[in-house]
């Protein structure tokens, strides 16, 4: 069974900065993507960013456009997210996932089929 393994979080001031990063615990299977989503306590859990594998093509959710950079190392299996300007509605549990497509309404977690178990994100004002 894959596993992704998210690291990087941590707690930061508003206007700081984070990377997380997140690894699949195989190198041998290829993702179409991988992606980023992110959970606020009593709120559902909503998509962030996604990079797909083929053609390095990004999304990303409005809230984050222009402060939140995607990338990925195919060779590796691994996925970053370059967090800037961090807010405190930023705070959250980020969770990587894998092998998904992005809906034409945005990034759905019934999409995407491999997950890890998260790391949390603290924004301070």
């Known amino acids: 069974q894959v596993q992704l393994v998210e690291s990087g979080g941590g707690s930061v001031q508003a206007g700081g900065s984070l990377t997380l990063s997140c690894a699949a615990s195989e190198y041998s299977i290829s993702f179409n993507s991988m992606g980023w989503f992110r959970q606020a306590p009593g709120k559902e859990r909503e998509g962030v960013a996604a990079?797909?594998?083929?053609?390095?093509?990004?999304y990303y959710a409005d809230s984050v456009k222009g402060r939140f950079t995607i990338s990925g190392d195919n060779a590796k299996n691994m996925v970053y997210l370059q967090m800037n300007s961090l807010k405190p509605e930023d705070t959250a549990m980020y969770y990587c996932?894998?092998?998904?497509?992005?809906?034409?309404?945005?990034?759905?977690?019934?999409?995407?089929?491999?997950w890890g178990q998260g790391t949390q994100v603290t924004v301070s004002s």
């Open positions: 996932a894998a092998d998904g497509v992005v809906s034409p309404g945005g990034l759905r977690e019934a999409d995407f089929f491999y």
């Open positions: 990079i797909y594998s083929s053609n390095g093509n990004t």
